[in-house]
């Protein structure tokens, strides 16, 4: 069993950066590839990042890459998405999530622990 918290959300102008950080608590962090998703008003929940269990892998829709960075601190049961040069149609809650599988992938469905979401505003 793994509990995630986020943490970092908030309101920011468009082109600033926000670091959203993911506090997990429970045995065999180290073991989990995360991912993180977004979830707008309206509309379904996607895709934003994933990092391998290991942390060496990352996977990012082509919407983010290069504007967004996930990364893991095994150390502290922690990972983070550190997003830049923010736009306005990047405003949604934010979602991490852990597979137990290690498979970092964009497929919902395949991460099983969710935590509650933290709030981003981006205003132009």
């Known amino acids: 069993q793994v509990q995630l918290v986020e943490s970092g959300g908030g309101s920011v102008q468009a082109g600033g950066s926000l670091r959203l950080s993911c506090a997990a608590s429970g045995r065999s962090f180290s073991s989990y590839s995360m991912g993180w998703f977004r979830q707008a008003p309206g509309k379904e929940r996607e895709f934003v990042a994933a990092i391998s269990a290991s942390g060496g892998r990352t996977h990012y829709p082509d919407s983010v890459k290069g504007r967004f960075t996930v990364s893991r601190d095994n150390a502290k049961n922690t990972v983070y998405l550190q997003m830049n040069s923010l736009k306005p149609e990047d405003t949604a809650v934010y979602y991490c999530?852990?597979?137990?599988?290690?498979?970092?992938?964009?497929?919902?469905?395949?991460?099983?622990?969710w935590g509650q979401g933290t709030q981003v505003t981006v205003s132009s």
């Open positions: 999530a852990a597979d137990s599988l290690g498979r970092y992938g964009s497929v919902r469905y395949w991460y099983d622990y």
